[in-house]
């Protein structure tokens, strides 16, 4: 897991990993959540779906889509509430991506603009839906009913959709069967501050040729900081994997030192969730020996 504070003057977005057992397999839930900037309590939204999320994943039974539904109708009551009982609140929100690795199945349920990336033989695909004004405007561009340099530069290029506040949400993207995952794939879960940078960095920063999972996503945020963008966002990303020549999914974090850590980041915390991830890993390799 990897973050940074970019141009903004706080850190509103979260991320989560977590493992967990679903009959009889291992699985790992990765979690971005990206606070809505310009809102009040956009960190304290983003932290408290993203910790109410993998609470009642953790509680939830049924098929993984179903579990993720679960999580995501628990997660929005609970900002519900919050925003209810706090009216300086009132206008918190936040975007949600959760990656769901099973095995070599990969679930997700997204709301909003954060990323859901797969790389694969060095080609990169967005897997999940945007729910930004970005691809309507593309289709008014392909419909000739909009120039593409007008639509780059609309204000409301990037004004959303959908979101998870206290009303209800529009769109989610949460398909019912799983994306079967290869063996050297990587899925980056990240929030949309990584979004403007080219596809081709993304791609050198992930190769496995770039060395680990910490130096790769060491690389790819500093050619973010490379851009000197004056307006960078929060950017934030967890990296899971399937490594070369087996079947089950394993995930692996690390990153540059955060500006402004979270909690969760703190480095207690990282070496609990290195310590976890171990545990996975070895574990996992035992089943295949």
Do not use: K
Request: charge should be negative.
């Amino acid at each position: 897991m990897a973050q940074i504070l970019g141009q903004r003057r706080q850190q509103e977005d979260s991320l989560r990993l977590t493992g967990f057992t679903s009959g009889g397999s291992r699985g790992l839930l990765a979690l971005v959540c990206d606070g809505m900037g310009g809102h009040p309590g956009g960190d304290r939204a983003s932290g408290l779906v993203a910790d109410q999320f993998i609470e009642h994943f953790l509680n939830a039974s049924g098929t993984m889509p179903e579990r993720l539904r679960r999580a995501l109708t628990g997660a929005h009551e609970a900002l519900q509430q919050a925003a209810s009982a706090n009216p300086a609140l009132e206008d918190m929100g936040t975007t949600l991506v959760a990656a769901c690795v099973v095995g070599a199945e990969l679930y997700w349920l997204s709301v909003g603009d954060s990323l859901l990336w797969l790389l694969r033989q060095g080609q990169l695909q967005r897997l999940n839906e945007d729910h930004s004004m970005a691809p309507v405007f593309e289709r008014l561009v392909a419909m000739g009913e909009m120039s593409a340099t007008a639509a780059e530069q609309d204000g409301q290029r990037h004004a959303l959709r959908s979101v998870v506040t206290r009303q209800p949400i529009h769109r989610v993207d949460g398909p019912e069967q799983p994306l079967r995952l290869q063996p050297g794939d990587a899925v980056l879960v990240a929030s949309d501050g990584l979004g403007d940078l080219a596809a081709e960095d993304i791609i050198a920063a992930l190769a496995p040729s770039a060395g680990n999972t910490e130096q790769r996503l060491q690389s790819l945020f500093e050619r973010l900081q490379q851009r000197q963008d004056p307006q960078q966002d929060n950017a934030s990303a967890v990296l899971l994997e399937i490594p070369p020549h087996t079947d089950s999914a394993l995930a692996t974090g690390g990153g540059i030192t955060p500006r402004s850590p979270s909690r969760w980041l703190h480095p207690i915390g990282c070496i609990l969730v290195a310590l976890i991830l171990f545990l996975i890993v070895t574990e996992v390799v035992g089943d295949l020996q």
